[in-house]
């Protein structure tokens, strides 16, 4: 069931696209003083979010999340059915919107993956398996969905035990974690993020379509997730030496394969989350203003 939403305030126009609702967070207090240094070494536990276990999950992260100051996000999706063999970086920032704006409208997200780290440096992850993809009926990448049942992705227990994407969206909308004014010193982080994000917005909007070109696109990410975005593969594109690819990322960091579901989306948003993290305070010395909305896939 698709979650419904009022239309939006006058004063926003995302191209007439996305529906925007006003929330009020919970309480929060304000923590400015430095985190303490990460521990790559560390493992970090990913919680997996069946229909079983939401509510009780969702309490923990809504409890966790309330003094968060970094939230990571992962969506694992069906594959790209537009232009999937098309080289996407010779071609202008508009046509690379537009293809993005085609698969993510036509196709269904299977897994979100957030991870938080909160102002004492705490880090959980979390991942939503969601039940609304059909193989049987419903577009995708054959390749892409053999990829992921390889890393342990088993699309029939998802079909049959997952949660559903657009609730999953409304409780995020009420949780205080999006929407603009909410006042907290939170980032968000993702790595090669123009899909994650996108995934993302679609999620939180019930499924409306994605605004009709890019500005309408950065507007709605600055309104849903605020100012504070960033991509770690924009960030290591400037390390020399960095290698390419997240898990590659993470190697090269010596971060610690996360716990409990450590090769798909909730262990993707562990080692986007701690790899941010290192490269913000070690290689950039906490500047990196200038990565601000940034997504590898779209600008760059």
């Not at 430095?34 to 923990?60: D, H, I, M, S, T």
Request: hydrophobic share 45%.
């Amino acid at each position: 069931m698709v979650a419904m939403f009022p239309p939006p305030p006058r004063r926003f126009n995302f191209n007439h696209m996305f529906p925007v609702q006003v929330v009020q967070p919970p309480p929060f207090t304000f923590h400015a003083a430095p985190l303490p240094p990460v521990q790559p070494e560390l493992p970090v536990q990913v919680r997996p979010v069946w229909a079983g276990n939401f509510n009780e999950e969702w309490a923990y992260l809504q409890s966790f999340a309330a003094c968060a100051r970094y939230i990571a996000v992962d969506v694992h999706y069906p594959g790209l059915v537009h232009a999937a063999d098309q080289d996407l970086s010779s071609l202008p920032v508009e046509h690379r919107y537009a293809l993005m704006k085609a698969n993510v409208d036509g196709l269904k997200p299977l897994q979100v993956g957030i991870a938080v780290c909160d102002h004492q440096g705490q880090q959980v992850a979390w991942e939503f398996n969601l039940r609304d993809f059909c193989r049987l009926a419903d577009p995708h990448d054959a390749k892409a969905l053999d990829y992921l049942a390889r890393r342990g992705l088993d699309l029939d227990t998802l079909r049959n035990h997952g949660v559903d994407a657009y609730m999953l969206g409304a409780l995020l909308m009420g949780s205080g974690l999006i929407g603009a004014g909410h006042g907290r010193p939170l980032s968000w982080v993702t790595h090669a993020g123009a899909y994650h994000v996108a995934y993302l917005l679609k999620i939180v909007t019930g499924g409306a379509p994605l605004p009709h070109d890019v500005a309408g696109f950065l507007g709605a990410m600055r309104y849903y997730l605020g100012q504070q975005v960033y991509d770690v593969a924009t960030m290591a594109a400037n390390c020399t030496g960095m290698p390419v690819g997240l898990d590659h990322i993470a190697t090269n960091l010596r971060i610690h394969p996360p716990w409990g579901s450590p090769r798909l989306a909730g262990a993707a948003g562990v080692r986007a989350l701690l790899a941010f993290r290192i490269l913000k305070d070690g290689r950039f010395g906490g500047n990196v203003e200038r990565f601000r909305g940034l997504l590898q896939g779209l600008q760059h």
